[in-house]
């Protein structure tokens, strides 16, 4: 446990503003990216974002750090993320539908070359099963080590390990596959 973290949650526990604007700043961003490569929708990810430092703002006096507050903070978004996406209706996308998920996520109809392969890149994530999805997006948004992984997950290292190199082996096939479908229609 990190002492001066755990004061950080004290602090906030009695009141302190400051504080608090201070750790929302540093995690932000990181939790909102977890957030939307989770969930596909920015406004789903703002909500997960804000209940995670609600739940700070009225939990923090019965938190016990066992990690680091960063990890604390991304398992809080993962689980509300998991929330969402139980309670939600399951839609299947299929591959077809890959090239129209890349423009509402890039958010225009022609790009740069980079926006256009991101937005690719993030509608292939978004066609990964939701246990690879997680794996993939802590440890490259969530910069998250397979071991942290593993613990926020509750599965082994080795499984959150597996989960990864396959999510890596299906976005090749997805992307292989979009390239090749786009090149057969030039």
């Known amino acids: 446990m990190n002492t001066s973290e755990q004061a950080l949650l004290d602090a906030i526990a009695r009141g302190n503003r400051a504080t608090f604007e201070r750790v929302y700043r540093a995690h932000k961003d990181d939790l909102l990216t977890v957030s939307a490569m989770l969930l596909r929708?920015?406004?789903?990810?703002?909500?997960?974002?804000?209940?995670?430092?609600?739940?700070?703002?009225?939990?923090?006096?019965?938190?016990?750090?066992?990690?680091?507050?960063?990890?604390?903070?991304?398992?809080?978004?993962?689980?509300?993320?998991?929330?969402i996406l139980a309670n939600r209706n399951r839609e299947t996308v299929g591959m077809s539908a890959i090239d129209d998920v890349a423009r509402s996520v890039s958010g225009h109809e022609t790009g740069s070359d980079v926006d256009e392969e991101l937005?690719?890149?993030?509608?292939?994530?978004?066609?990964?099963?939701?246990?690879?999805?997680?794996?993939?997006?802590?440890?490259?948004?969530?910069?998250?080590?397979?071991?942290?992984?593993?613990?926020?997950?509750?599965?082994?290292?080795?499984?959150?390990?597996?989960?990864?190199?396959?999510?890596?082996?299906?976005?090749?096939?997805i992307l292989t596959e979009s390239h090749l479908r786009n090149e057969g229609m030039k």
């Not at 739940?55 to 929330?83: F, K, M, Q, V, W």
């Not at 937005?119 to 948004?141: D, F, K, N, S, Y």
């Open 119 to 173: 937005a690719q890149l993030t509608a292939a994530l978004h066609l990964l099963p939701i246990a690879q999805r997680e794996v993939v997006t802590l440890h490259i948004h969530g910069r998250l080590k397979f071991r942290e992984i593993a613990e926020a997950l509750d599965i082994s290292t080795n499984t959150a390990q597996s989960r990864y190199r396959y999510a890596l082996e299906k976005l090749r096939n």
């Open 41 to 83: 929708e920015r406004p789903l990810a703002e909500d997960v974002l804000h209940d995670v430092f609600v739940n700070l703002a009225h939990r923090a006096a019965e938190i016990r750090l066992t990690g680091t507050l960063r990890n604390y903070l991304i398992t809080s978004c993962l689980n509300r993320a998991r929330d």
